[in-house]
Structures are given as structure tokens and as C-alpha cells.
């Protein structure tokens, strides 16, 4: 086990970006490349490592604004939910996508896996966000994007959000991994640390209390 893993707050808006890769193998997946792109290529560089791919955890601005800049350097894939793409080519014709050479774009689904020498990543399909959104298993790591954070979850009243697909994503999906999974999350919006334990959001975290759609659907005013 060679797990590399580098959480970088970048940007206005407090969003993490990520390196998860292998340290053996010396490559890494950047995952949503926004805003000042490069301090974490001088970050992957700097640690020796090769960035082999892209992973959106879903299509906001916030999380892809440097993807052209990123692959204008590189050669590499994206990896990005297949509803992502649907979502973003029905809402702007060609596409949020449309303009990036096609053979880079790869869609993938829940339950799909990659690897990196021997750290195998698991893409898990969590709607509520937006339709695409998704998660990232990796050993023992969640890395949420904007579905959940540390002590509240993402909003799911902007366009292409559901709160009934968030509660599902939340209850049936997320909090059925193991407690001691650690969650990494999309934005460091708690002053409680960038990351708890699904155990521990479990107890403090409201938003993983509901009981019901009802609950939830009060609890995010909707
Ligand atoms: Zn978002
Ligand atoms: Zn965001």
C-alpha cells in the first residue's frame, strides 16, 4: 500500500484540490482542477510525481475552471460521471465538455475502477448536487466534492439538484461505508478540521440524522 495523498485549499471559494496517486509508481490523479492550477503542479512536481489523469467529482465552475489550462500542459484523461456529461451537453449544446478534444473525456459510471500501481480508486455515482456528482473511494478515504461536508452537506436547490437524490446519496450510499472511512470534502468550510471520520459526522452532523426525505427536506429549508 502506497497511498499518496496532498489536500490543497485553493481559490476564493475555499475548495480542496487533491493529489491521490501511488507513491511507488510516482503518478497521481488531480482531482477538480480550479483556480491557481499550477501551485498544485509545482506540489505533484515537487513530491516526484507524474499527474496521470483528472478526476471531476462533478461540473461546477468552481471545481473545473482550470481544466483547459491543465490540459493545454498535459495529455491526460477525465475522468467524469456519464450523467455529468448528459446534464452539461443538454444544458449548453455542445457542452460544458464540447470543447475538449473528445478522446480525453471518459465517462464512467458507479461501481467503475481505476488504478495507479497499487492504489485502486472506486468512482461512487452520489446525485443531489447535481445529477453526475460523485465520490471517490480510495482504501480507507471519501473524497465528496460538493455532496458532503465536514458538519453540512452540499446544496441540492441550485439547478440540477434533487434533495430526494441527496438524501439517498447521504443515507443509502455514504453512510453505509465503513465509520471509520475519513471524508475529504469538496470545500473547507468547517473550522472543525478539513476531515472527520463518517463515524464521527454520523454524531455531529445534522444532515446525516434525518430519518426521512421529510426531515431531510426541513432540515435544507426546501
Ligand atoms: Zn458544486
Ligand atoms: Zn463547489
Redo the contacts with the bound molecule.
Keep these: 500500500m502506497s497511498l499518496y495523498l496532498r489536500q490543497m485549499e485553493i481559490g476564493p471559494?475555499r475548495?480542496f484540490v487533491y493529489l491521490v496517486g501511488d507513491a511507488e509508481k510516482k503518478q497521481c490523479w488531480i482531482v477538480?482542477p480550479a483556480w491557481e492550477i499550477e501551485k498544485a503542479l509545482q506540489q505533484a512536481e515537487q513530491d516526484g510525481l507524474d499527474v496521470a489523469g483528472v478526476l471531476l467529482t462533478?461540473a461546477?465552475y468552481?471545481?473545473c475552471n482550470a481544466l483547459e489550462t491543465l490540459l493545454g500542459q498535459k495529455n491526460i484523461p477525465v475522468y467524469v460521471h456519464k450523467r455529468e456529461i448528459e446534464t452539461a451537453q443538454r444544458k449548453m449544446g455542445t457542452g460544458l465538455f464540447g470543447h475538449l478534444p473528445k478522446d480525453h473525456l471518459k465517462p464512467v459510471e458507479s461501481g467503475d475502477k481505476i488504478a495507479l500501481g497499487s492504489t485502486e480508486l472506486t468512482f461512487l455515482h452520489t446525485p443531489g448536487?447535481t445529477p453526475g456528482s460523485q465520490c471517490f473511494l480510495v482504501s480507507d478515504r471519501l473524497l465528496t466534492?460538493?455532496t458532503l461536508f465536514i458538519g453540512t452537506c452540499?446544496r441540492c436547490d441550485l439547478p440540477g439538484g434533487s434533495p430526494a437524490d441527496l438524501f439517498e446519496s447521504l443515507h443509502g450510499k455514504i453512510a453505509k461505508l465503513p465509520g471509520t472511512t475519513s471524508l475529504l470534502p469538496?470545500?473547507n468550510y468547517s473550522d472543525r478540521g478539513p476531515t472527520h471520520t463518517i463515524e464521527e459526522e454520523m454524531t455531529s452532523n445534522r444532515f446525516l440524522q434525518a430519518k426521512s426525505v421529510d426531515d431531510f427536506l426541513r432540515l435544507v429549508g426546501l
Design positions: 471559494m475548495n477538480d462533478h461546477h468552481d471545481h448536487h466534492g460538493d452540499g469538496g470545500h
